[in-house]
């Protein structure tokens, strides 16, 4: 199978989920849209949950110490922070969405459509990128064996989507754009590797970026409006980080 067909299946399926969402969610009132958001907000806080799992993984513990684990992923959400912040990551991620918005909605949306189609595009691009399934899975696919992993993802990524639609339109719909770029890279860095990471390098970006989704959740739920933009270079820190105490120990 040709490397890179996961990645289009993942975005096949979201534009698809995508357009079942919207036009289930025309026919729904909006205080149904609040909750249903509700709902995947708390869904996010467990996936996140889940993922910070991996601070317990063996293979993590082996390479860092069991007390090294939260503070290689403290350490990569504090210099992750600082550089995303100094690089102002949020805010470009809020004009990629909002030039979209222009591009594929049209410029007559009015501030509430912009705000709503940005929170659409920020919040689901998070979630779909950040996760195991969306490593693993897009380094299986570029080194040829397979694109199981993703396969899986897209299914799931294919309800996410729907349920995030229904409520949060088509902002939804622009994050296959996002889940291209940053699987696409995965993927080719699969090709060029030749193997797989350690998996303990894969625990930490597991670990990190459920910490990641945790924010997700809470800008979902409206409890506090975390900019996990600005925290996704800890994604690349963390195995960076678990690298260097491993070669040091």
Same mark, same amino acid.
């Given at each position: 199978?040709?490397?890179?067909?996961?990645?289009?299946?993942?975005? %096949?399926?979201? $534009? *698809?989920?995508?357009?079942? !969402?919207? #036009?289930?969610? +025309?026919? &729904?009132? @909006?205080?149904?849209? /609040?909750?249903?958001?509700? %709902?995947l907000? $708390? *869904?996010?806080?467990?996936? !996140?949950? #889940?993922?910070? +799992?991996? &601070?317990? @993984?063996a293979?993590? /513990?082996?390479?860092?110490g %069991?007390?090294?684990?939260?503070?290689?992923?403290? !350490?990569? #959400?504090?210099?992750?922070?600082?550089?995303?912040?100094?690089?102002?990551?949020?805010?470009?991620?809020?004009?990629?969405?909002?030039?979209?918005?222009?591009? #594929?909605?049209?410029?007559?949306?009015?501030?509430?459509?912009?705000?709503?189609?940005?929170?659409?595009?920020?919040?689901?691009?998070?979630?779909?990128?950040?996760?195991?399934?969306?490593?693993?899975?897009?380094?299986?696919?570029?080194?040829g064996?397979?694109?199981?992993?993703?396969?899986?993802?897209?299914?799931?990524?294919?309800?996410?989507?729907?349920?995030?639609?229904?409520?949060?339109?088509?902002?939804?719909?622009?994050?296959?754009?996002?889940?291209?770029?940053?699987?696409?890279?995965?993927?080719?860095?699969?090709?060029?590797?030749?193997?797989?990471?350690?998996?303990?390098?894969?625990a930490?970006?597991?670990?990190?970026?459920?910490v990641?989704?945790?924010?997700?959740?809470?800008?979902?739920?409206?409890?506090?409006?975390?900019?996990v933009?600005?925290?996704?270079?800890?994604?690349?820190?963390?195995?960076l980080?678990?690298?260097?105490?491993?070669?040091?120990?």
């Amino acid at each position: 199978m040709v490397r890179g067909t996961g990645t289009l299946l993942n975005m %096949a399926a979201i $534009l *698809v989920g995508s357009g079942l !969402g919207v #036009l289930l969610g +025309a026919r &729904l009132p @909006e205080r149904t849209r /609040i909750t249903v958001t509700d %709902a995947l907000g $708390l *869904v996010t806080l467990v996936i !996140g949950a #889940l993922n910070i +799992a991996s &601070l317990g @993984e063996a293979s993590f /513990i082996e390479a860092v110490g %069991a007390s090294g684990t939260i503070l290689v992923v403290l !350490g990569a #959400l504090l210099i992750g922070g600082i550089t995303g912040s100094l690089l102002n990551l949020e805010l470009r991620l809020e004009q990629a969405g909002g030039w979209l918005q222009k591009r #594929l909605a049209g410029p007559g949306g009015g501030s509430a459509a912009r705000a709503r189609f940005v929170e659409g595009y920020v919040s689901a691009s998070l979630i779909f990128v950040i996760g195991p399934l969306a490593v693993l899975g897009s380094l299986s696919d570029g080194l040829g064996r397979g694109i199981d992993q993703l396969a899986l993802k897209s299914t799931l990524d294919g309800f996410a989507a729907l349920a995030f639609a229904a409520s949060l339109g088509w902002g939804v719909a622009a994050a296959a754009l996002s889940v291209g770029v940053a699987q696409g890279a995965l993927t080719l860095l699969g090709a060029l590797l030749g193997s797989l990471l350690p998996a303990a390098l894969i625990a930490a970006v597991t670990a990190t970026g459920g910490v990641l989704l945790l924010g997700v959740g809470l800008r979902l739920l409206n409890l506090k409006a975390v900019a996990v933009g600005d925290l996704l270079p800890a994604l690349l820190v963390a195995p960076l980080l678990t690298a260097v105490v491993d070669l040091a120990r």
